[in-house]
C-alpha cells in the first residue's frame, strides 16, 4: 500500500517537473512513448540515485530510438556511483531477476519484458588497439565521450532535478537529423575495429549514411579488424544476423571491403538478398533464422576456406557441423538432379546431415527437380522406419546380430520405396528373404 501511495506521489511531482522543463527535455517523449510501467520503472530508479546523490542517466541505444520514436526492449543505465548497489534495489522493486559482475562492476536486470543493463560511469583507455580497454570510475561526460557514435553517445538524466534532461554534447540530435553515423574521434576504429561492423550495422538498420569523414577513418582502418579476437567478431556476425535485413549490411561490407576480412570468398551479393527473403519466407515470423542466414552465407565456400571460418569465429559444435554439412551437402547436389530417383537413393544421399544443411540446400539451388527432392526428403523419407524391431527378426529367427542388421536395411529400402507398406508386407518379405537363405 505504501509503495503504491509512494508511486503516486513520485509520479506527481514527475509529471508536474516535466512541464516545467520543456527545452532539451525529453520527459513528455518519455511519458508518451514508453508504457507506464517503465516510466514508473525510470522514476523510482531516479529517486534511489537521489537518496545516495549519484546521477543516473538511461544511455545509449534506448536515447537513440526515443528520439526516433521506436520503442526497445533493451535498455542502458550509467550511474555516477554503485550499479551493483541500485541494480539490487530495482530488483526488490520490481521483482525481477539481477545477474551482478562484481568486477566490471555491472549488472543486467531482467524483468516483464525488459532487459536493463546497469553500469557505473566509466572511462575506457585502449592500452593497445583491438585489445579490451582498461577502465576506472568516472562521470557521464566521460562515459558518453567513449561512445562509439554520436547517435549513441547521448544520454538523459532520470533524478528528479533533472529528470527528462538530455546530454548531448557530441551532437548525436544533429547527426539523427541528418540520418549520419559519426565516430566520436579520429582513433574510434583503430581503438575498437569491431566499431567497424557496428558502424554498418547502424547504417543499414536506420537508413543513415556514413558521415564522409567516418567513412574515410573507416576505410583507413579495415585492417585493424585483424586485431580483434574471433569470438568478437562472431559476436557482431551474430547481431547483424539478428537484425530484420542482414543481407544489406553484408552487401554494404563487401562493398566497402569488410566483408572479404571475414573470408575472402564472401560474397554480399543479390544471390545471398534473395536467398534470405526466401529463408524469412519459410521462417516462423517470431524467429529468426540465424543458422539458416549463417549456412547460406558461407555457401560459397570450399571446405578448407569454411574450416578455416569455423574455427576463426570459434563457433559452437552445432553450428560448426551445420556448416560442414551444408558444404557437403552441396557437393552432392550433383546427384539430386536425376528426376527418376528412387527414394530411397535420395534418403541415402541426404542422410545423417544437420536438418539445417539440408533446408540450406534446398533454398540455395535453383534447380527445381532437387528441391524437389530434397522436400521429399524433409517432408517424408526422414520419417521412413520399418516397423518390424530387430527383436521382432530374432523372434521370427534371425539370429546372427550382422544377418539382423542387413535385413532391417533391406526392409527400410522396400519402405522407402513404397515395396512394402504394413507390418504385414514387411513379415512377409522377411520370410522370403528366410526361405531364399535356407
Ligand atoms: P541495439 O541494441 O539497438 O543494437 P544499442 O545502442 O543498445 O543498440 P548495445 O550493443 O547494446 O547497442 O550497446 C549499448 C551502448 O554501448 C551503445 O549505444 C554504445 O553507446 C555503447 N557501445 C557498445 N559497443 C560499443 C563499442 N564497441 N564501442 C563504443 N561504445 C559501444
Not at 541494480?87 to 562484481?102: M, R, S, V
Not at 530411397?344 to 544437420?354: D, E, M, N
Request: charged content about 25%.
Amino acid at each position: 500500500m505504501y509503495s503504491l501511495i509512494s508511486c503516486v506521489i513520485i509520479q506527481k511531482v514527475f509529471s508536474k517537473l516535466c512541464i516545467m522543463f520543456k527545452l532539451n527535455n525529453l520527459c513528455n517523449k518519455i511519458e508518451e512513448q514508453l508504457p507506464a510501467k517503465l516510466v514508473n520503472f525510470m522514476q523510482k530508479a531516479g529517486q534511489i540515485a537521489d537518496n545516495q546523490e549519484q546521477g543516473l542517466y538511461l544511455v545509449g541505444g534506448a536515447v537513440r530510438d526515443l528520439l526516433l520514436g521506436q520503442s526497445t526492449l533493451d535498455l542502458d543505465m550509467v550511474i555516477e556511483g554503485n550499479a551493483i548497489d541500485l541494480a539490487q534495489q530495482l530488483a526488490d522493486f520490481t521483482e525481477g531477476k539481477i545477474k551482478i559482475h562484481p568486477r566490471f562492476n555491472t549488472a543486467n536486470l531482467k524483468w516483464d519484458k525488459w532487459s536493463i543493463d546497469l553500469t557505473t560511469a566509466r572511462t575506457e583507455t585502449y592500452v593497445k588497439p583491438g585489445a579490451l580497454p582498461e577502465i576506472t570510475p568516472s562521470t557521464i561526460t566521460n562515459d558518453l565521450s567513449r561512445r562509439d557514435f554520436t547517435i549513441n553517445a547521448m544520454a538523459v538524466s532520470l533524478n528528479i532535478n533533472h529528470y527528462g534532461t538530455l546530454n548531448d554534447q557530441h551532437g548525436g540530435t544533429d547527426d539523427l537529423e541528418h540520418k549520419l553515423i559519426r565516430v566520436l574521434h579520429e582513433k574510434s576504429f583503430t581503438d575498437d575495429a569491431t566499431r567497424i561492423w557496428r558502424a554498418l550495422r547502424y547504417e543499414q538498420r536506420l537508413d543513415f549514411h556514413l558521415e564522409p569523414d567516418t567513412l574515410r577513418l573507416l576505410k583507413r582502418d579495415i585492417h585493424m579488424l585483424d586485431t580483434i579476437n574471433g569470438d568478437r567478431i562472431r559476436y557482431e556476425v551474430e547481431c547483424i544476423l539478428g537484425e530484420k535485413y542482414p543481407e544489406k549490411i553484408l552487401h554494404r561490407a563487401e562493398e566497402l571491403g569488410v566483408l572479404p576480412k571475414l573470408s575472402p570468398a564472401l560474397k554480399g551479393n543479390k544471390w545471398l538478398g534473395e536467398k534470405f527473403q526466401q529463408t524469412r519466407e519459410i521462417s516462423s515470423p517470431d524467429t529468426t533464422p540465424k543458422n539458416l542466414y549463417i549456412a547460406l552465407l558461407v555457401y560459397p565456400l570450399t571446405s578448407t576456406e569454411t574450416e578455416r571460418l569455423i574455427s576463426f569465429l570459434r563457433v559452437n559444435k552445432v553450428l560448426a557441423q551445420t556448416l560442414r554439412d551444408t558444404i557437403n551437402v552441396k557437393n552432392k547436389l550433383i546427384s539430386l538432379t536425376d528426376p527418376e530417383l528412387k527414394p530411397a537413393v535420395i534418403y541415402h544421399l541426404l542422410h545423417g546431415y544437420s536438418r539445417h544443411a539440408v533446408i540450406v540446400n534446398a533454398i540455395a539451388s535453383n534447380l527445381p527437380i532437387v528441391k524437389q527432392n530434397i522436400q521429399l526428403f524433409l517432408d517424408k523419407l526422414r520419417y521412413v522406419k520399418p516397423t518390424l524391431t530387430g527383436n521382432d527378426l530374432q523372434k521370427m529367427g534371425i539370429t546372427q546380430g550382422l544377418q539382423i542388421k542387413k535385413t532391417l536395411q533391406k526392409l527400410l529400402e522396400a519402405r522407402l520405396n513404397e515395396k512394402v507398406n504394413s507390418k504385414q508386407e514387411e513379415i512377409k518379405l522377411v520370410e522370403k528373404q528366410i526361405l531364399a537363405n535356407k
